[in-house]
């Protein structure tokens, strides 16, 4: 029986934002990424602490707007406008969730596409689907395609089942298999027989919000095993949307939670704000 591999995103993850400081340290000005935050939600506290650390690991200028849980939305307009028009800032993150008054969707499309380092304007969607290198794709599953090909360079021909259809991680993790030549099928609450069309998949990604929904022999033998999924459990352990346990004994590769895919979301943030300052200039 071949041993299966345990994704290391930690490590992964690591290696890339080396490469990113190498390559920022070449640049003529500092990139800059501004991070607005609404309110006081906990994990989004962490979150920022976390993207405003791996600023200063790699070289980027961080620049925090923090705003209290009133702010209108004329208030985070006019913080985004600002930011659209500042020299000294190549990237712009809304922190979600935003408090339940504000209008995320109208908010986000307000950023500057070129400075979208989330990649969820819609200038940066349709870029996407339309096959356009110069977009900026979402962090997420742009992290998780750089996990599986880790694993293995050349997807072509693979069968890829991606469950889950949001558009933060969903439709864009499919049509970034797409590119890579992937027969791509999207799988989600509605989809019929589930665990059988699982098993199909050479690889296997599950961003459902449910833990553990995913089930050992729902796993094809030798698959690649992505787990977008973070939950807590009522013993206070984190847990994925995937039974990892007993995934582990049927994937060729696996991502932990935690571990995996969240260092890799980070990282490709990184890797966009450098991106966005190498065109804007």
């Not at 690991?57 to 006019?78: F, K, L, N, Y």
Request: glycine share 8%.
């Amino acid at each position: 029986m071949t041993q299966t591999t345990i994704i290391d995103g930690k490590k992964i993850a690591a290696q890339l934002r080396a490469d990113i400081a190498r390559q920022v340290a070449s640049l003529p000005k500092k990139p800059g990424l501004a991070v607005i935050l609404v309110g006081d939600d906990p994990a989004s506290h962490v979150y920022v602490g976390n993207k405003v650390k791996a600023c200063q690991e790699v070289g980027i200028e961080s620049h925090e707007h923090r705003m209290p849980a009133s702010a209108t939305q004329r208030d985070v307009r006019h913080v985004i406008q600002n930011l659209n028009a500042n020299p000294d800032v190549h990237g712009i993150l809304l922190q979600l969730p935003l408090p339940d008054h504000l209008d995320a969707d109208t908010l986000i499309q307000t950023i500057a596409p070129e400075k979208d380092v989330d990649g969820l304007t819609y200038i940066n969607q349709g870029k996407l689907v339309a096959g356009d290198k110069t977009g900026l794709v979402p962090c997420t599953p742009q992290g998780s395609l750089h996990l599986i090909r880790t694993v293995r360079s050349d997807l072509t021909g693979l069968n890829a089942v991606v469950i889950g259809r949001s558009l933060l991680f969903g439709k864009p993790m499919a049509q970034l298999l797409l590119a890579e030549n992937c027969t791509v099928t999207m799988a989600h609450s509605k989809t019929k027989d589930l665990p059988a069309l699982c098993r199909q998949a050479d690889i296997l990604v599950a961003a459902v919000g449910r833990a553990k929904m995913v089930k050992g022999d729902w796993v094809k033998p030798g698959a690649i095993v992505i787990d977008v999924g973070i939950n807590r459990l009522d013993t206070g352990k984190l847990a994925g949307d995937v039974d990892y346990d007993e995934a582990a004994k049927t994937a060729a590769a696996i991502t932990p939670v935690p571990g995996g895919v969240g260092p890799m979301t980070i990282a490709c943030l990184m890797a966009n704000t450098l991106k966005a300052a190498s065109h804007i200039g």
